[in-house]
C-alpha cells in the first residue's frame, strides 16, 4: 500500500509539509452554502471529460468537442444517488469516482454509470467523511479524498479499507521565506508567534483545532495527483497547497 511523506509546497502562508497523519478530535464544521461548492472534471485518455452537475445531483460525461455522451445519478442518498456531488476522478479502467459531498461518502461507478461501491459514512472516525469535497485515485487503486469538514485527506485501499489520514505539517515556503526576509517587521512578529498551540478543552472540533494550528489543513478542500504519484492537497483558509510523495 502507498504511504506518503511530504514533498514541497506552495503558498504564502506556509509550505513544504511534513508527516504522516495525526490525530483530530473532530466535529461538523459550520456548513457553507451549497451553491458555491465547485465543480471539478477530469479527462479520461479516450478524450472524455466527467463533470459532476452539483445542483442537478447528476454527473455528465462529454467528448472533448462538448457533445454530452451520457448521464446518471438523481438527488437522494440511495445507491447511485447523488447529494451535491463536487469532485471527481477516473481510475484506469475509467471507473469514476465521485465525492457525494451532501451523503458524506464516495460512489465508485463503471465507465457507463453503474454503481460498483460506495465508501465511508457521516462521522469522525477513520473511514467516515463529514462532507467530502473531493477525490483522486493513483494507479494502484488508492483514493485520496478531501474530507473537508473533518479537515484532513484520508487514504483508503482500492476496496475502501482505511490506511491512514493526512491532517497537515506545514512549514513555510521558499516564497514565504523571501516575503519574511524583505518584510522583518512580519518576519518578527511571526517569530513571537506560537503557530502550535496547546489548546484549550473548549476546543473540541477540527475547524478550531485548524484555525488555531497553522501547519495543519484548514478546508481541504481538493486533492491531486501527478504523473509522478504527488499529491497536492489546496486548502482554502489558508491560500496554500501542500504536496506529499507517495513511498
Given amino acids: 500500500m502507498s504511504t506518503l511523506q511530504t514533498s514541497t509546497s506552495t503558498g504564502y502562508r506556509s509550505s513544504t509539509a511534513r508527516g504522516r497523519s495525526s490525530e483530530s478530535g473532530a466535529s461538523r464544521a459550520p456548513a457553507r452554502a451549497a451553491s458555491t461548492a465547485p465543480r471539478a472534471s477530469v479527462s479520461t485518455p479516450t478524450t472524455i ?8 445531483n447528476r454527473v455528465q460525461v462529454f467528448s472533448r468537442e462538448g457533445v454530452l455522451q451520457r448521464a446518471w445519478g438523481g438527488p437522494g442518498d440511495g445507491p447511485g444517488q447523488l447529494d451535491l456531488p463536487w469532485g471527481v476522478a477516473v481510475d484506469t479502467e475509467r471507473n469514476v469516482f465521485v465525492a457525494d459531498w451532501g451523503n458524506d461518502r464516495v460512489q465508485k461507478f463503471s465507465p457507463d454509470g453503474r454503481v460498483l461501491a460506495s465508501f465511508g459514512s457521516s462521522g469522525q472516525g477513520d473511514g467516515q467523511f463529514d462532507r467530502p469535497s473531493c477525490v ?54 511571526r517569530a513571537r508567534s506560537n503557530i502550535t498551540p496547546s489548546l484549550d478543552p473548549e476546543v473540541d472540533t477540527a475547524y478550531e483545532e485548524s484555525a488555531r494550528t497553522e501547519p495543519y489543513f484548514w478546508g481541504p478542500v481538493s486533492v491531486k495527483l501527478d504523473s509522478h504519484r504527488r499529491l497536492y492537497v489546496t486548502e482554502t483558509n489558508r491560500h496554500r497547497i501542500q504536496v506529499y510523495e507517495t513511498v
Fill in 49 to 56: 471529460s466527467t463533470w459532476p452537475t452539483n445542483l442537478n
Fill in 136 to 189: 483522486a485515485v493513483d494507479a494502484e487503486g488508492v483514493l485520496y479524498v478531501s474530507d473537508w469538514g473533518n479537515e484532513r485527506v484520508p487514504v483508503l485501499a482500492p476496496g475502501g479499507g482505511f490506511i491512514e489520514k493526512l491532517r497537515g505539517e506545514a512549514t513555510p515556503s521558499k516564497w514565504a521565506d523571501e516575503f519574511f526576509e524583505a518584510n522583518p517587521d512580519e518576519a518578527a512578529a
